[in-house]
């Protein structure tokens, strides 16, 4: 899985990867355990908020990014009106909550990096999963991101399965390039968080 922040690359199924040979999965380990939201990260947390009100929100569909994530959902089967896209999906609980409230680490590190970059972020306890991992289909079909051994660990751009506890001191995080979104965006989600979580 590589050096602690270095960024690297998943596997993406032959099958999934002929047929949309832009979509990437990239990864990074980070040494940190879930904790409480530290005061840095609460101030960003505020400013953000600041920054998405409803007439931001309703912009968002025609943004580039949020736009290729909504035509991929849709090209794998996944309704973006009814299962919200990463960014999306964050902006709307803000408006739900009336704000983005702090959910402790390391749930607003990758809620900040998705709503400033578009990428969806996930983290996993890295010692509880046999890497490298793959974007592959599973047996019904559905694409999921799963281990080394064929395991699910997560539906794609789902939440994982395997939630962190208070024995977790190493995070695998990745995040899933769509097409038609610059690789670029990815690997800045993913060195955000990172960035966030050396806060703890």
Do not use: K, N
Request: glycine letters at 8%; hydrophobic letters at 50%; proline letters at 8%.
């Amino acid at each position: 899985m590589g050096a602690d922040g270095l960024i690297g690359r998943g596997r993406v199924a032959p099958a999934v990867a002929q047929e949309f040979p832009a979509l990437g999965l990239l990864t990074t380990v980070v040494t940190a355990r879930p904790g409480r939201t530290p005061p840095d990260v609460r101030a960003r947390l505020a400013d953000l908020s600041d920054r998405w009100r409803g007439a931001q929100a309703m912009a968002l569909r025609r943004q580039p990014v949020a736009h290729a994530h909504r035509v991929f959902f849709r090209h794998v089967g996944i309704d973006p009106d009814v299962r919200r896209v990463p960014q999306e999906a964050a902006i709307v609980r803000r408006l739900v909550d009336g704000g983005f409230l702090p959910r402790g680490m390391p749930a607003d590190a990758l809620t900040i990096a998705t709503v400033e970059t578009g990428v969806g972020v996930w983290a996993l306890d890295a010692a509880a999963v046999r890497g490298p991992l793959a974007v592959a289909p599973d047996a019904d079909g559905r694409l999921v991101v799963a281990d080394a051994d064929g395991a699910t660990v997560a539906p794609l751009f789902g939440d994982p399965e395997r939630p962190l506890s208070r024995s977790t001191r190493s995070l695998l995080l990745y995040a899933v390039r769509v097409p038609d979104v610059p690789e670029l965006f990815a690997v800045e989600a993913l060195e955000r968080c990172v960035e966030l979580l050396a806060e703890v």
